[in-house]
């Protein structure tokens, strides 16, 4: 410090310049660094599940047509099928079922912090999404099964493990996700459309339906997009009250399997290099594969974003 | 301080990759649960081998580090058992992990860990190169099929077990108990104690679809929750009386009928090493048979002393008087 006041004008302006250029390049090494470690992450553990998931179709010979199209999965008889189609349907189906719960949910919840309460509902609503997303998906499944599954049982038909358990538990998990993105979207959209609106008299529902939510809908898509992807990935929750048969449900009550619930089930059980293990690399590689699509969706309708 | 910031998390990137990298070669479960304790694990298994090699000469030591890693209902047996080990021998550092048979078989032939836990042969299992592993058989487990209580039956004729489980018998009054219809609680196809129920509960006959649940928590919690509910538990988990075991053409599910070979639906424990144990793997492999453990730490975890067992049985499922 002392240093730094004996030194003239001219010899401090030298010093903080240098200073500065090896700063910005010290800066930019540190990011681009960030930035390749990420991509190469990404980049490689699609390279090594589209190999590994490919070994059960090249190495081990099972049908890519059968896997994806047939509803008999037995890897252990005499006679061994793989038909991962029970899987693929029940995954999609608490995807999309889970969404249907939850998009609403969450898109009104946005609209209930932006619109109508933006003071005192953001200050009681942001805490409780908050609280929702810290909670482990193992507590939403152990609540799941100690409370929903029974509830369901005794209500319904059948044992409760359902699709309908695990739709319930999904959207619960989602609706964070949903209600935070649209939240940002609706707080995105600028006043003037709201004053434009309301000064032409249209009352403040009518300006909600009419102009702010076909204005944010391609944000509001991406957040129910994005709500979905999580849904689809995520196995501890599912794999508890979902009941994980192997047979295509016939109803909403009925026990059903997913993709990610058969792989945690059975990953440590089976060998590497072994056929059971490699059509579970598989299943991962269609996980991945709808994941991708997802984001290809979410590009799409970012694109369409006009504000 | 904003430096600081930028270098902390490009630290705690490369800390990530770090772990991606080291479950590479393990399986998922472990992925998630302890990550940051594999890194340390696998960098143990690397001096182990070294210290080994040293040692090599001298069976007795008791010192160095091993991994064991597998079936995750041998897990808490023996990390019991290494925790003991290592208080008495100071100098030797036993990582256990669980993860599975399947990872446990996969990482020994691999080499990646020095004992490899199952609780099936390697014979059984695809892709293992069983003849280049060594089998010690450090314990047996029972097993039985546990009903929730209200359905009115403790004894099961083995012929009735396999109407029952493969969807002939649907209800419970079919068997002279309560009117509930029977609702089948399953382990996933690759499990080894669905395995072992199939082979000497259900002498091979393929059971009906049902609830398919890995942990043997909460398959019990989803019997004793469940009206008519039957599944297949091993002795350890019939602690209370929220599910009840089920005796077998009138044999009762006890370690004595299952030592005595009465009780047909047992399974070893098995502790496979690549090629024959070496220095602190052979010395702890060596106390895993030791009367201490057998008699002392083996019954206390719920688990039958191998020692103790009046017959054995092959890979082949044949059964013989020792």
Same mark, same amino acid.
């Given at each position: /410090?002392?240093?730094? +006041?004996?030194?003239?004008? #001219?010899?401090?302006? %030298?010093?903080?310049?240098?200073?500065?250029?090896? !700063?910005?390049?010290?800066? @930019?090494?540190?990011?681009?660094?960030? +930035?390749?470690?990420?991509?190469?992450? *990404?980049?490689?553990?699609?390279?090594?599940?589209?190999?590994? #998931?490919?070994?059960?179709?090249?190495?081990? $010979?099972?049908?890519?047509?059968?896997f994806l199209t047939s509803t008999n999965w037995n890897p252990l008889a005499d006679d061994p099928s793989y038909g991962a189609l029970p899987f693929i349907f029940g995954s999609l189906a608490v995807t999309f079922l889970s969404a249907l719960i939850a998009a609403p949910l969450g898109i009104g919840g946005a609209i209930f912090m932006t619109e109508i309460a933006p003071s005192w509902g953001r200050k009681v609503l942001q805490p409780v999404i908050e609280l929702l997303v810290g909670i482990p998906s193992v507590v939403y499944g152990f609540i799941g099964l100690t409370i929903l599954v029974p509830f369901?049982?005794? $209500?319904?038909?059948?044992? #409760?493990?359902?699709?309908?358990?695990?739709? %319930?538990?999904?959207?619960?998990?989602?609706?964070?996700?949903?209600?935070?993105?649209?939240?940002?979207? /609706?707080?995105?959209?600028?006043?003037?459309?709201?004053?434009?609106?309301?000064?032409?008299?249209?009352?403040?529902?009518?300006?909600?339906? @009419?102009?702010?939510?076909?204005?944010?809908?391609?944000?509001?898509? *991406?957040?129910?997009?994005? !709500?979905?992807?999580?849904?689809?990935?995520?196995?501890?929750?599912?794999?508890?009250?979902?009941?994980?048969v192997r047979s295509l449900p016939a109803s909403l009550l009925?026990?059903?399997?997913?993709?990610?619930?058969?792989? *945690?089930?059975?990953? !440590? $059980?089976?060998?590497?290099?072994?056929?059971?293990?490699?059509?579970?690399?598989?299943? !991962?590689?269609?996980?991945?594969?709808?994941?991708?699509?997802?984001?290809?969706?979410?590009?799409?309708?970012?694109?369409?974003?006009?504000? | 301080?904003?430096?600081?910031?930028?270098?902390? &998390? =490009? =630290?705690?990137?490369?800390?990530?990759?770090?772990?991606?990298?080291?479950?590479g070669s393990s399986n998922g479960e472990e992925q998630e649960s302890n990550g940051s304790n594999e890194t340390d694990q696998e960098t143990d298994a690397g001096q182990g081998s070294e210290s080994e090699s040293d040692e090599g000469a001298s069976d007795e030591s008791a010192s160095g580090s091993i991994t064991i890693s597998g079936s995750s209902a041998m897990q808490p047996l023996v990390a019991a058992a290494a925790e003991q080990f290592m208080s008495e021998n100071p100098e030797a550092d036993i990582q256990v992990n669980a993860g599975g048979s399947g990872t446990g078989l996969s990482e020994v032939s691999e080499g990646t860990v020095d004992i490899g836990n199952s609780d099936v042969f390697a014979e059984e299992k695809d892709g293992i190169p069983a003849d280049e592993l060594v089998d010690h058989k450090v314990a047996v487990v029972g097993m039985t099929a546990a009903v929730n209580p209200g359905v009115g039956i403790d004894d099961i004729s083995k012929e009735d077990l396999k109407k029952v489980f493969t969807g002939e018998i649907t209800n419970w009054s079919e068997l002279g108990g309560e009117d509930v219809d029977i609702t089948l609680v399953n382990r996933p196809d690759s499990s080894g104690t669905r395995a072992t129920f199939v082979n000497f509960g259900l002498d091979g006959e393929t059971p009906a679809e049902g609830v398919t649940e890995d942990s043997s928590n909460t398959v019990k919690q989803i019997i004793s929750e469940t009206e008519g509910a039957i599944g297949?538990?091993? &002795?350890?988990? &019939?602690?209370?009386d929220s599910v009840t075991p089920l005796s077998i053409d009138g044999v009762e599910a006890n370690d004595e009928n299952v030592q005595s070979g009465e009780f047909p639906i047992w399974a070893y424990q098995h502790s496979y090493t690549n090629g024959e144990a070496e220095g602190l793997a052979k010395t702890f492999l060596d106390y895993l048979m030791s009367d201490e453990v057998q008699t002392g730490l083996l019954p206390e975890q719920g688990y039958i002393a191998s020692t103790k067992m009046q017959v054995e049985r092959d890979a082949e499922g044949n059964q013989t008087d020792k």
């Open positions: /410090m002392e240093n730094k +006041a004996a030194l003239s004008a #001219g010899e401090r302006l %030298i010093k903080s310049k240098r200073n500065r250029s090896l !700063g910005e390049l010290r800066g @930019k090494i540190l990011v681009t660094l960030c +930035a390749l470690i990420m991509i190469t992450a *990404t980049v490689s553990v699609t390279i090594f599940l589209t190999v590994k #998931g490919l070994q059960s179709f090249l190495v081990n $010979h099972v049908s890519p047509i059968e369901i049982r005794e $209500h319904g038909t059948g044992t #409760g493990f359902s699709i309908l358990a695990g739709t %319930i538990v999904l959207s619960i998990m989602i609706l964070p996700t949903i209600t935070t993105i649209a939240t940002d979207a /609706m707080g995105a959209l600028p006043s003037s459309l709201r004053e434009g609106s309301l000064a032409l008299g249209a009352t403040r529902w009518q300006t909600i339906r @009419k102009v702010l939510l076909p204005a944010a809908l391609p944000s509001l898509l *991406t957040a129910v997009v994005l !709500g979905m992807a999580r849904a689809f990935g995520e196995a501890l929750a599912v794999q508890m009250v979902i009941g994980n009925d026990p059903s399997a997913t993709l990610t619930t058969i792989i *945690t089930l059975n990953m !440590g $059980h089976t060998t590497y290099g072994s056929v059971e293990n490699n059509t579970l690399w598989s299943m !991962g590689l269609i996980l991945l594969i709808i994941s991708f699509v997802f984001i290809l969706i979410v590009r799409y309708l970012s694109s369409r974003r006009k504000i | 301080m904003k430096k600081t910031k930028l270098l902390s &998390f =490009a =630290a705690l990137l490369i800390l990530l990759i770090g772990m991606l990298a080291a479950c297949y538990l091993a &002795f350890s988990y &019939f602690t209370d």
